[in-house]
């Protein structure tokens, strides 16, 4: 779940002026199980079922690219169940795949992967070799877990910073968070691909870009002081700030719940991931959430901050 900063994760803008993020990991998972295969083939069983004879068959192209990358040529059969939809959502759910595939197929192959090579061979997975024209953030937020300053260098490295508040006040800040789901699924790639050519092109843009990145530097420090109602003020600010990047972020119908939902005592929202479609955060005092919710008239969803990222739950070598 970003906050802040979404769009500088994006290479043509953080290889010119650095990018900056500020999220957290959330308690909704998806599981990747790796299980020896004793023909000799692979079979892959998500929203779909794959069982080919060899690599060179599969379609599902993150887990052709990750096998590829990790030199795996078949005699498996992977799993994968998730606890919301895979696709289209705007909570990291195809990176979370990637990155628990990645750690799950290395443990498969004896080796231990850390977090950060989990970060960076992820992002090599979809971005390098799937050409996915997508950002950097949801690959370290799943590898990391956490909540986090994720900063985007210019040199492709990428820092990750915890952010330091006081407990109480990350507590209140789960609990003042709602989240609806609002039925549409999009694919995030159009969207990210227009943003990173207008990113690249338009002074105006950049600037936009550059208060995002402020502003995520902003509230860390707010969190940092304990003035943990500045979220909204600063995710409002964000919003606006990301619908002016590209048309296609928002709509009328999707504007329509964020105005009801601030009329009825949301202090500032946004919508998750790319824009266009998925879930709509916003913070708000909790005397405030039913009449939000009416309001809204959307799927309320349930989640906490998860401290932990991708882990491996269960080894067993054989």
Not at 44 to 58: H, I
């Amino acid at each position: 779940m970003s906050f802040v900063g979404g769009g500088s994760d994006l290479p043509s803008y953080y290889r010119r002026h650095g990018g900056a993020v500020l999220s957290t990991a959330i308690n909704k998972y998806i599981y990747v199980s790796v299980n020896p295969k004793f023909d000799g083939g692979i079979r892959l069983a998500y929203s779909k079922v794959e069982e080919v004879d060899n690599l060179a068959q599969v379609e599902h192209r993150l887990v052709h690219a990750t096998f590829e990358m990790l030199g795996l040529k078949g005699g498996v059969e992977v799993t994968t169940t998730a606890d919301i939809p895979a696709r289209g959502t705007g909570l990291g759910s195809s990176s979370s795949f990637t990155v628990g595939l990645i750690q799950a197929v290395s443990a498969y192959q004896g080796n231990h992967t850390s977090a950060d090579e989990l970060g960076r061979r992820s992002c090599e997975v979809e971005i390098d070799r799937c050409g996915e024209p997508i950002g950097k953030q949801d690959q370290y937020a799943a590898a990391f877990g956490g909540l986090n300053l994720i900063e985007f260098n210019e040199d492709d490295s990428v820092r990750v910073s915890p952010i330091i508040m006081n407990r109480e006040d990350r507590d209140m800040i789960e609990r003042r968070i709602i989240v609806f789901y609002t039925g549409i699924t999009r694919s995030a790639s159009g969207i990210l691909q227009k943003q990173s050519e207008e990113a690249e092109s338009d002074v105006r843009k950049q600037a936009v870009l550059k208060r995002m990145v402020d502003l995520t530097y902003h509230l860390r420090d707010e969190f940092a002081r304990g003035q943990i109602d500045s979220l909204g003020e600063i995710l409002h600010e964000n919003w606006i700030l990301k619908k002016s990047l590209t048309e296609s972020i928002s709509s009328e119908q999707i504007d329509g719940w964020y105005d009801a939902a601030i009329k009825a005592g949301a202090l500032g929202g946004k919508l998750l991931g790319a824009g266009a479609g998925g879930f709509l955060m916003f913070y708000a005092p909790v005397d405030r959430h039913e009449a939000i919710a009416r309001a809204v008239g959307l799927r309320q969803i349930d989640f906490g901050f998860e401290p932990l990222g991708s882990r491996i739950l269960f080894y067993n070598p054989g």
